[in-house]
């Protein structure tokens, strides 16, 4: 499937539009929104899985840090689609000739997949009935999916 | 299914996942580091 037409449409749309010639509009509610969304994006995943691989809050149960934890990993992550739609859609073309924008959507794909497919099924319940080699793989994963979706992001920035 | 074969399966599933994703993320960041680390020299020496 060809996807240059999409990204070309992007661009001249409303929101290509507004953030290619408001240069404040897409520094306040693209950037900085994005930045702090994944602040606490980054935030959520990294005391969910510590807390499962037993590094912190080992007095709080893990069941509660997971829970509490993926609440805010949710909210951040519709911002985080938000405002990188709207990001993306202010320079469409230049994003879908950068390697590392693919790079990023395939991490952020397989990111959201492992957590509402995998991550969350196996964790709704009690965890002290998971084997815990199978919770400390999955912490490491997660961790590394999310370190790779945004230092994917950020090399974006400092490419092409 | 009963509760305990769903969960083992869930469990199966988690564990292959997630040594995938590992696997797959430490391929792809020592390529880039490596890549990196080749562009440095070739520029600096």
């Known amino acids: ?160 | 299914m009963t509760g305990s074969k769903q969960s083992g399966t869930i469990e199966k599933v988690a564990a292959v996942s997630a040594g995938a994703i590992i696997i797959s993320a430490v391929v792809y960041w020592t390529i880039q580091v490596v890549g990196m680390l080749e562009f440095l020299e070739m520029a600096y020496g």
Do not use: C
Not at chain 1, 80 to 107: C, P
Not at chain 1, 116 to 134: M, Q, T, Y
Not at chain 1, 143 to 149: E, G, K, N, R
């Open chain 1, 1 to 160: 499937m060809e996807l240059l037409p999409f990204f070309e449409w992007a661009e001249t749309s409303f929101l290509g539009y507004i953030g290619k010639n408001y240069g404040g509009v897409y520094a306040t509610f693209g950037q900085s929104v994005h930045l702090m969304a994944l602040a606490v994006l980054g935030g959520s995943v990294l005391i969910a899985d510590l807390r499962l691989l037993n590094i912190i809050l080992r007095d709080v149960p893990s069941e509660v840090v997971a829970d509490q934890a993926h609440k805010w990993f949710r909210i951040a992550l519709v911002v985080i689609l938000s405002s990188g739609i709207f990001m993306a859609a202010a320079v469409a073309q230049r994003m879908y000739y950068n390697d590392f924008f693919w790079a990023k959507m395939s991490a952020l794909l397989v990111g959201i997949i492992f957590v509402f497919a995998v991550k969350r099924p196996l964790l709704k319940g009690r965890h002290d009935e998971i084997n815990p080699i199978v919770i400390k793989l999955v912490a490491v994963a997660s961790i590394l999916v999310w370190f790779s979706v945004a230092a994917t992001g950020r090399w974006i920035g400092f490419s092409g």
